[in-house]
């Protein structure tokens, strides 16, 4: 059985730093790409940043080029998504995501965190 679990949400102010973490157990990731989403209250889902596991290649959002940066530690098999210049529009349910290699749908989700930036 695939689990995703999330952590590293929080509150944070205007400026600030967080660092989501996102744990994968059940499956062996060099096939998969592993993606951020967000949604915010009465927004759509949005595609944040994704890369694939096992290769280079990696997508931002324009709207977090030069802030965010997704990573990984194979030895865990655990992503991360390291959030800097926070702004109040960041403010979302932050969820990883992983697909297939050459997939269209993202098929396994985790929970979600919560990251809200206020002063």
């Known amino acids: 059985q695939v689990q995703l679990v999330e952590s590293g949400g929080g509150l944070v102010q205007p400026g600030g730093s967080l660092r989501l973490s996102c744990a994968v157990s059940?499956?062996?990731?060099?096939?998969?790409?592993m993606a951020w989403h967000r949604q915010a209250p009465g927004k759509e889902r949005e595609l944040v940043t994704a890369?694939?596991?096992?290769?280079?290649?990696?997508y931002y959002a324009d709207s977090v080029k030069g802030r965010f940066a997704i990573s990984r530690d194979n030895a865990r098999n655990t992503g991360y998504l390291q959030m800097n210049s926070l702004k109040p529009e960041d403010t979302a349910v932050y969820y990883c995501a992983l697909k297939l290699r050459g997939g269209e749908e993202y098929i396994y989700w985790g929970q979600g965190t919560q990251v809200t930036v206020s002063s």
């Open positions: 890369f694939t596991w096992g290769a280079g290649g990696t």
């Open positions: 059940g499956r062996d990731l060099s096939m998969y790409v």
